[in-house]
């Protein structure tokens, strides 16, 4: 094992479950009934993702894990030579369990408010993605569009920040949060942005298996989508980076 390797791990872990906190908890809060938040809308929920990359992003790169909190971007980073096969195996793992932690959470924290929410799509929609209009292929599209503009634009900032080139070097978490939030209101309409396949995938397992009293299905037919867009929508990223440096 790489030495550092379990502090990557920890942070990972706890940076991706205060992300689905945050992230999951703004849309528990606009969707379920009786939340003084409900009905505030798109908008209040992309800012709320974009504060909860922020946060996610600032616990794990504070103990010293590389704050990626999302597979697609991990395999991203092995594909353009950052991170090893073993690193990213651990990552990719601690991301998934920290995703189901932030989303037992969200369920723990809106306790009161699942038995009176009759809407099941709703109710999954606070753990899980869906799509505006269900079409598979025109689904996976957007997933990989949105993946291909975040990982893009994220190695970029990381680029320059690297060289020195802006005051990026200590405004990139920021700067990564406004990116997630520009994707959130452009992109996001179609299928819900999950572009992380643990911040979708997580939080369907926590939903499956959670005690929600009239929880419905957790379309586990859809559930593809949103893991493999966003791996295609990064690999393509990485590679279309690395063919231009």
Not at 206 to 214: E, K, M, R, V
Not at 225 to 235: D, F, H, N, R
């Amino acid at each position: 094992m790489p030495a550092g390797l379990p502090q990557t791990v920890i942070g990972e872990f706890l940076g991706t479950l205060v992300l689905l906190l945050l992230g999951n908890g703004v849309v528990a809060g606009v969707l379920l009934e009786e939340s003084k938040a409900r009905n505030a809308g798109w908008v209040v929920i992309t800012a709320g993702w974009a504060f909860a990359v922020l946060c996610g992003v600032l616990v794990a790169t504070a103990l010293g894990a590389p704050g990626e909190l999302n597979p697609a971007v991990t395999i991203a980073n092995v594909i353009g030579g950052t991170r090893t096969a073993s690193d990213a195996i651990a990552h990719i793992a601690a991301q998934l369990l920290g995703a189901i932690g932030g989303a037992k959470l969200v369920w723990l924290h809106y306790l009161p408010h699942w038995r009176i929410t009759h809407d099941q799509g709703r109710i999954l929609a606070c753990f899980s993605t869906g799509p505006a209009i269900r079409a598979p292929g025109a689904n996976l599209l957007s997933e990989v569009i949105g993946t291909f503009v975040l990982v893009l634009v994220a190695t970029a900032i990381g680029a320059a920040a690297a060289a020195g080139a802006t005051p990026a070097t200590n405004l990139t978490p920021a700067l990564v949060a406004a990116l997630v939030w520009g994707i959130g209101l452009s992109l996001g309409g179609t299928t819900g942005y999950a572009i992380n396949p643990a911040r979708d995938l997580g939080p369907r397992i926590a939903h499956a298996l959670l005690p929600i009293a009239g929880k419905g299905s957790s379309d586990w037919s859809y559930a593809w989508i949103p893991v493999l867009g966003p791996v295609l929508g990064a690999s393509l990223a990485a590679l279309l980076w690395s063919a231009l440096n």
